[in-house]
C-alpha cells in the first residue's frame, strides 16, 4: 500500500511523495463557522475557518481519499484503517464531510489524536477539510489493514504539509 497525493493538476496525473508537496488553503476558502451547534467542534458560531471543500470549487485545492487501487480480497473485510496520527499548526483541523446540512466528523485534532476510521476498498471520497487559524500546519497520517493471511500491511507514517493564507 502507499499513500501518496495524486497530482491531476498535470496531464496524466501523477502520485507525488507527501513529503515534498506543501498544499495551500487560499484565502479563498476562508468561510466562518454554521450557527448550527452540530459544527461546534470547528469552533464557535461565526468565527474564521478555512475550508478544503468537499465539492469542487475552481482555485481551491480539492483534497480527497482513495482505496481504488486495492485489490478486492486482498484484505480482511476489504477494508483499510485510516489514521490520523498528530497535528502540529496553530490550531484545530477536521476532516468532515456535510450531507442535507449535517456534518460527519472523519478526523478532529480538537479531540484529541490519534483518530482513525475504517474505509471500504474501492473508496473514491472528499470531504471538507478545515483549519481554524493561518498558518502552517503538520498533518500525520498512516493507512493499515490486515490481509486474509492475516499479516498487518501499513503505509508507516506519511507527513502532509498544509499553509492556510490569511
Do not use: C
Request: charged share 10%; no cysteine.
Amino acid at each position: 500500500m502507499t499513500l501518496d497525493i495524486r497530482d491531476a493538476t498535470v496531464s496524466p496525473a501523477v502520485d507525488r511523495d507527501p513529503s515534498t508537496v506543501v498544499l495551500d488553503a487560499v484565502s479563498a476558502s476562508k468561510t466562518t463557522v454554521p450557527s448550527n451547534s452540530a459544527y461546534s467542534f470547528l469552533g464557535s458560531p461565526g468565527s474564521t475557518i478555512w475550508v478544503l471543500p468537499q465539492a469542487e470549487v475552481s482555485g481551491i485545492l480539492w483534497p480527497g481519499i482513495n482505496t481504488q487501487g486495492v485489490p478486492s480480497g486482498v484484505l480482511q473485510n476489504n477494508t483499510v484503517t485510516a489514521k490520523l496520527v498528530s497535528v502540529t499548526g496553530p490550531a484545530d483541523f477536521s476532516v468532515y464531510t456535510t450531507s442535507r446540512g449535517t456534518p460527519t466528523v472523519w478526523f478532529d485534532s480538537g479531540n484529541g489524536t490519534p483518530d482513525s476510521r475504517t474505509l471500504a476498498i474501492n473508496t473514491h471520497a472528499h470531504a471538507n477539510w478545515a483549519f481554524e487559524a493561518t498558518g502552517t500546519y503538520t498533518v500525520i497520517f498512516e493507512i493499515t489493514a490486515t490481509t486474509t493471511g492475516d499479516a498487518a500491511v501499513s503505509t508507516g507514517q506519511k507527513t502532509y504539509t498544509f499553509t492556510v493564507q490569511p
